[in-house]
C-alpha cells in the first residue's frame, strides 16, 4: 500500500475520534444526576423558543455578506507578510494601494450605514 | 524582480483612470447633496473619466502609431497594448460615455437614481479593458468578473422591480456557470503548458498534437464559457430575459460593452492561445455558429417584446460576428472588427429610441406600443428605421459594411455553405425587422402625447444615428479603424 | 516501503468529479441558493485542479490563480445573495421556477 496515503487516512481517523473520545470521556468521568434546574439554558443563555428555521433580520445576512468580502481578502495579505523582507519597500507600496482599495469600499460601507443596528 | 515600470504605467493608465474616478463618484456622493443638480455633479465627474482615459488611450494611439504598431507588452505579459486591445478599448468607451449619457433621465423617472450607477459602469470598462489586452489567465479571469459583477449588480439597478431582479438572480447564475468552465479549461490549459500565459499556449500545441483529449476538454470547456459570455447558441438562455428584464440603460450597455469585450476575449483565446490548434475548435465554432444564427433569428419572430426581440437579434449577431472568426483570413477580422463597430452604434440607437419614447411611468416595450410611431414622432420613427435597417444588415447604412465584410470573407476562403446560410437568414431577419416597422408605418394611428426626452437622449440619438449613416456612406475612415485592430 | 506519493491524476479525478457534481446540481436542483452553492462547488473544483498542476510543477503560480478564484469568488458571492435577497423580499420564494416569470 503506497505511504503517501497514510498521512491522510491519519488525519481521518484522528478527526473522527476526537469528538467521540472527547464526549466519551466527558460523560464516564462526570457525575450525573439531572435536576430540571441544571438541564435550563446555563446562567445567562436564552430559552429556545420555536425551531432554528425561523427567519433571521436582514441586518445578519448584510454583516456577513460584508465579512465575507473583508475576511478573505485577508488571502493577499499573509503571502506578502511572508515574504516581507524579500518584497522591500516594493511590496509595502503594493499592499499599502490593495489595502487603500479596501478602504474605499470600507468608508464607502460606513457612510451608507450598512454597519448600523438599526 | 518585481517592477513598476513606466511602460506598464503607461499600458495600465486608461482602466487606472475609470477604476479611479469610479472610487471617486463612490466617496465623492457623500459631499455632493442629495438632489438633481448634486447627481449632475456626479455624472459629469464620472463622463470626465470616461474622458481622461479616452485622452489616455488617444496618446497610447499615437505612441504605437510611432513605432509601426508594435504591441507593448506590460507586466511581464500580463497585459498588452496592442492595436486590437485600442480598437476595443474604444468602444467600450464610447459605449460607456454614451450609455451615461442617456441614463441620467432614465433613473430619475425610475426613482432609482443612485450614484453608484455611475461608478459600477465605469468598473464594467475598467473590467473590459482587461479582456481586451490580457494576455495572462489571471489577468483575464479579474478582468472578466469585475466587468461581470458590476453588470450583475447593473442589471438589477431597479430593487423594487420584480423583472429586473429576476434578470439579475438569471444572469448571476448563468453567468458564475459559465465562469466555472471557463476557468476549469483554463486550468487545464495551466497543467498543459506550466504557465498562466496565452502566448505559452501556443507554443505548446504543436508538441501535444491534435487529438490530445486533454486539450481537447480544455478547448472544449473553454468555448463553453466562452460561448456563454458572448451569448452564442447553444448556451444563449441567459440574454433574453436579462435583456428583457434589465432596465434599458443597462440593456444597451450590455448589448455592446459586455458583447464586444467577450469577443475580444475569444478572438485572443483562440488566435494568440489557440491559433495552432485551428482544427480542433474550428468546427465546435462552425456549429455553434450555425446554431446561434438559427435559434437567434428563428426565435426572434415571435416575440412581442421588442427588448426581447433586439436579444434574440443580438444573438444572431454573435453568430455573424463568429462567421468572420471561423473564415479566418484577414478580411474576417476586419470584418469582425468592423462588424462589432457598426453593431455597437446601431444597438445603443435601437434601444435608446425605446428609452426616449417612455413616458413618466409608462415604458414603450411591446410592438403594439409602436404602433403609429411614424404619425406621432415621425424623427424617432426615422431613427429607429434606420437603426433597424442597419442591424438588417442593408446599404446604405453601417450595418451593411460589416455584413458585406463577413461575407466578402466566407466567399474568399471558399465557404460557401456557411455564406448561404447566413444569407438565408438575413432574410428571415429582414422579416421581424419588418414587423417593427409596419408597426411603427402601417397601423392605424393611435393618440400622441407630450414626449419630453432629456438634452442627453437626443444628443445620444443623434450621435449613434450620424454613425449609423456615416459608417454606411463613408466607411473608409472606419475600415481603416479596423485595419488598426489588427496592427495595420 | 518505499515512499509512494498520491498520484496526480487522483487528484485530478477527485476535482472532475466535484466539477461535475457541481454541474449537475446546477442543472438539477431547484432553490436558488443551493444553485449558488453549486457554483461555488464548481470553482473550488477548479482551484483543486490548479493546486495540484502548481503542486506537479513545484510552482506558485497555480496557487496565486486560486487564491483570485477564491477572492472572486466571494465577491461574485456577496453580490449573488444581495440581489438574492432583493428576490426574496419582492417574491418570498427562493424556488427558481417560482421566480421565472419572462416567457417567450
Given at each position: 500500500m503506497p505511504q503517501g496515503y497514510l498521512p491522510i487516512f491519519l488525519f481521518l481517523i484522528i478527526a473522527m475520534a476526537f469528538p467521540v473520545i472527547a464526549i466519551l470521556t466527558a460523560k464516564l468521568v462526570r457525575p450525573s444526576s439531572p435536576s430540571k434546574l441544571k438541564l435550563?439554558?446555563?446562567?445567562c443563555g436564552i430559552e429556545a423558543v420555536g425551531n432554528s428555521r425561523g427567519r433571521y433580520a436582514v441586518r445578519f445576512y448584510i454583516i456577513s455578506i460584508l465579512f465575507v468580502i473583508f475576511d478573505v481578502e485577508t488571502v493577499f495579505l499573509f503571502p506578502w507578510a511572508v515574504r516581507f523582507h524579500q518584497l522591500g519597500w516594493f511590496g509595502v507600496i503594493e499592499i499599502a494601494v490593495f489595502l487603500a482599495i479596501l478602504i474605499v469600499g470600507y468608508v464607502w460601507v460606513y457612510k451608507k450605514g450598512a454597519l448600523e443596528w438599526v | 524582480m518585481i517592477t513598476y515600470t513606466s511602460t506598464d504605467h503607461f499600458v495600465l493608465l486608461p482602466g487606472l483612470l475609470l477604476a479611479l474616478f469610479g472610487c471617486a463618484v463612490l466617496l465623492l456622493d457623500f459631499l455632493f447633496p442629495k438632489d438633481v443638480k448634486g447627481r449632475g455633479w456626479l455624472v459629469g465627474i464620472a463622463l470626465s473619466g470616461v474622458g481622461f482615459a479616452s485622452w489616455q488611450s488617444w496618446q497610447q494611439y499615437l505612441y504605437l502609431k510611432a513605432h509601426s504598431m508594435t504591441p507593448l507588452v506590460a507586466f511581464n505579459g500580463a497585459l498588452v497594448l496592442d492595436g486590437f486591445a485600442l480598437f476595443f478599448n474604444g468602444i467600450v468607451l464610447a459605449s460607456a460615455a454614451l450609455v451615461m449619457l442617456i441614463s441620467y433621465r432614465y433613473l430619475e423617472d425610475e426613482k432609482e437614481h443612485h450614484t453608484e450607477y455611475y461608478a459600477l459602469v465605469l468598473f464594467a470598462a475598467c473590467g473590459a479593458f482587461f479582456l481586451n489586452g490580457g494576455l495572462d489567465m489571471v489577468t483575464i479571469f479579474v478582468g472578466l468578473e469585475l466587468m461581470a459583477v458590476s453588470f450583475y449588480i447593473l442589471v438589477g439597478f431597479?430593487?423594487?422591480?420584480k423583472r429586473s431582479n429576476e434578470a439579475a438572480m438569471k444572469y448571476l447564475l448563468l453567468g458564475g456557470f459559465s465562469t466555472g468552465f471557463l476557468i476549469y479549461g483554463f486550468s487545464i490549459f495551466y497543467g498543459l503548458t506550466?504557465?498562466?500565459n496565452l502566448a505559452a499556449l501556443a507554443t505548446v500545441i504543436p508538441a501535444r498534437g491534435a487529438n490530445d483529449p486533454l486539450l481537447y476538454l480544455a478547448i472544449v470547456t473553454t468555448l463553453v464559457g466562452l460561448l456563454f459570455k458572448i451569448g452564442a447558441?447553444?448556451?444563449?438562455?441567459w440574454a433574453p430575459d436579462t435583456y428583457e428584464g434589465a432596465p434599458t440603460t443597462v440593456t444597451a450597455f450590455l448589448a455592446v460593452a459586455s458583447k464586444t469585450a467577450s469577443f475580444a476575449l475569444l478572438l485572443r483565446v483562440m488566435l494568440v492561445g489557440l491559433g495552432t490548434a485551428r482544427e480542433m475548435w474550428e468546427p465546435l465554432l462552425t456549429g455553434a455558429a450555425v446554431l446561434t444564427l438559427t435559434i437567434g433569428n428563428l426565435a426572434a419572430?415571435?416575440?412581442?417584446?421588442v427588448k426581447r426581440l433586439l436579444a434574440y437579434s443580438s444573438i444572431g449577431h454573435a453568430g455573424y460576428v463568429l462567421l468572420g472568426l471561423i473564415a479566418g483570413n484577414q478580411t474576417g477580422l476586419i470584418g469582425v472588427s468592423i462588424y462589432l463597430l457598426t453593431y455597437a452604434f446601431s444597438t445603443i440607437g435601437a434601444f435608446l429610441v425605446l428609452i426616449a419614447l417612455r413616458r413618466r411611468g409608462v415604458?414603450?416595450?411591446?410592438?403594439?406600443?409602436?404602433?403609429s410611431l411614424g404619425k406621432r414622432y415621425p424623427y424617432y420613427a426615422l431613427l429607429m428605421l434606420l437603426f433597424l435597417m442597419s442591424l438588417a444588415g442593408l446599404?446604405?447604412?453601417?450595418g451593411f459594411i460589416g455584413k458585406y465584410y463577413i461575407f466578402l470573407s466566407l466567399v474568399e476562403s471558399g465557404k460557401y455553405g456557411l455564406a448561404i446560410v447566413g444569407a438565408l437568414y438575413v432574410a428571415v431577419s429582414l422579416y421581424y425587422y419588418f414587423r417593427l416597422v409596419r408597426s411603427m408605418f402601417l397601423t392605424e394611428s393611435i393618440e400622441a402625447q407630450v414626449l419630453a426626452p432629456s438634452n442627453g437622449v437626443r444628443l445620444v440619438l443623434a450621435l449613434t444615428g450620424i454613425a449609423t449613416i456615416a459608417m454606411g456612406i463613408l466607411p473608409e475612415p472606419f475600415l481603416r479603424m479596423a485595419a488598426i485592430s489588427l496592427g495595420r | 516501503m518505499p515512499n509512494v506519493p498520491v498520484p496526480l491524476n487522483y487528484y485530478l479525478t477527485l476535482s472532475a468529479i466535484l466539477f461535475m457534481i457541481g454541474a449537475a446540481g446546477f442543472i438539477i436542483r431547484r432553490n436558488i441558493i443551493t444553485v449558488f452553492m453549486s457554483i461555488e462547488l464548481m470553482l473550488n473544483a477548479v482551484n483543486l485542479t490548479f493546486v495540484t498542476f502548481s503542486y506537479q510543477f513545484r510552482q506558485v503560480d497555480g496557487h496565486i490563480y486560486s487564491f483570485f478564484v477564491m477572492v472572486v469568488a466571494a465577491a461574485e458571492a456577496a453580490v449573488g445573495l444581495a440581489i438574492i435577497l432583493t428576490v426574496f423580499k419582492n417574491r418570498?420564494?427562493?424556488t427558481i421556477d417560482d421566480v421565472s416569470s419572462m416567457k417567450n
Open positions: 435550563e439554558a446555563y446562567e | 431597479l430593487r423594487t422591480d506550466g504557465s498562466t447558441a447553444p448556451f444563449h438562455m419572430i415571435s416575440q412581442s417584446n415604458a414603450v416595450e411591446t410592438i403594439e406600443d409602436l404602433a446599404p446604405p447604412t453601417a | 418570498s420564494t427562493l
